[in-house]
């Protein structure tokens, strides 16, 4: 890779890979489409959010329940965040340095511990292969029982994190413990289950109606459904076809997909042989286009390029754009980036940052 002249570089990992790592997960389609009928009970039950975070600042979702029956893939808005027979939501924090600062994860309602689990090592599975995790897929991880058939499991979370043991009544939003990177998983995250009955439950579309999960074809827009969630946090968990999770400016030439997951990347100084200008984002679609513009003080635009329209869907992507230090050196001061991604002609995201060089 040649970090020469704005030259832009990009990296990313498709759904197929997603698929690869939840094979084992999988269920017979026909599980996903017994959904829970809507009861009188459903009002009475509704969710807190399971992490101590910012939805959209420091987590996102990265993937829904899976609503197609068959063996494609669907997200309760008939988007691509999901893969096939995912049975949860996938609250995701930022970097692996977030998880080592500690992320607390939450009761989404109060109700009864029935399982804990906490002895599996945080590594991902790309490192210890699915074998290893088979039987386990969860990692870490609890069961709550909240009465009337309703209940919630929370999956891989930190080793030693768990402060709640089985029999123990819990209210929503005290802490069971953190987010962790146990089980069958390649990036930080908690995967929540709902379910009704033993059926699953979509948190973001309770769905009554069986036949609207019949495949792919019933799905043109959006899935008519009930929220399970709290009103008060609806606003935060609103549907976003794509997410930027990580920007920012490093010294490093030969940057990799792993350092920024890793969060260790520090800001360059004035000595830096190149300063590169990152970011990467989550759920991104065929044919979107990212863009990465770098300015130094004063304004002068370093970079400033488009990145060729994304040949597939793409589960996660980041691309890196930079300059040779001058002869003179980088001049010292305040250096911004923008990162975006334009849809079909628009701007759909867009992250501004910015590095003090010394």
């Known amino acids: 890779m040649r970090v020469l002249h704005g030259h832009l570089s990009v990296a990313s990992s498709s759904r197929a890979v997603q698929a690869l790592t939840a094979r084992r997960l999988r269920t017979p389609a026909l599980a996903l489409l017994l959904l829970a009928p809507l009861t009188a009970s459903a009002a009475a039950f509704e969710l807190e959010l399971p992490l101590a975070c910012t939805p959209g600042t420091d987590c996102v979702i990265q993937h829904y329940v899976d609503r197609d029956g068959t063996s494609g893939a669907h997200d309760y808005h008939c988007g691509s965040l999901t893969y096939d027979a995912h049975k949860g939501t996938d609250f995701r924090i930022p970097t692996l340095e977030a998880m080592r600062e500690g992320v607390d994860v939450l009761a989404v309602a109060p109700g009864k511990v029935l399982r804990v689990r906490d002895k599996m090592d945080d590594v991902s599975v790309r490192r210890i292969g699915v074998k290893n995790v088979k039987g386990s897929e969860c990692g870490n991880g609890l069961v709550i029982d909240h009465g009337e058939g309703w209940q919630t499991q929370y999956c891989h979370m930190r080793l030693g994190s768990i402060v709640v043991r089985p029999g123990e009544h819990v209210e929503a939003g005290a802490v069971l413990g953190q987010v962790g990177l146990s089980g069958q998983t390649e990036f930080p995250h908690v995967h929540l289950q709902v379910t009704k009955d033993g059926t699953i439950v979509d948190p973001f579309s309770y769905q009554?109606?069986?036949?609207?999960?019949?495949?792919?074809?019933?799905?043109?827009?959006?899935?008519?459904?009930?929220?399970?969630?709290?009103?008060?946090?609806?606003?935060?968990?609103?549907?976003?076809?794509?997410?930027?999770?990580?920007?920012?400016?490093?010294?490093r030439a030969d940057l990799k997909?792993?350092?920024?997951?890793?969060?260790?990347?520090h800001d360059p100084d004035t000595s830096a042989p190149v300063l590169i200008a990152y970011g990467r984002a989550i759920g991104l679609l065929k044919d979107d286009i990212q863009h990465m513009r770098m300015t130094a003080p004063g304004g002068q635009v370093l970079v400033d390029q488009a990145v060729e329209p994304l040949k597939a869907n793409k589960a996660q992507?980041?691309?890196?754009?930079?300059?040779?230090?001058?002869?003179?050196?980088?001049?010292?001061?305040?250096?911004?980036?923008?990162?975006?991604?334009e849809r079909d002609g628009e701007t759909i995201l867009e992250k501004p940052f910015s590095a003090t060089l010394e």
């Open 208 to 251: 009554p109606d069986v036949a609207a999960m019949e495949g792919a074809a019933a799905c043109q827009d959006e899935i008519a459904g009930t929220s399970l969630w709290a009103k008060d946090v609806q606003a935060d968990l609103a549907y976003s076809a794509g997410s930027i999770l990580n920007v920012g400016f490093s010294d």
């Open 257 to 265: 997909m792993v350092d920024i997951e890793g969060g260790m990347l």
């Open 317 to 341: 992507v980041f691309v890196f754009a930079g300059r040779k230090r001058p002869s003179q050196g980088w001049p010292a001061g305040r250096y911004e980036g923008v990162y975006s991604v």
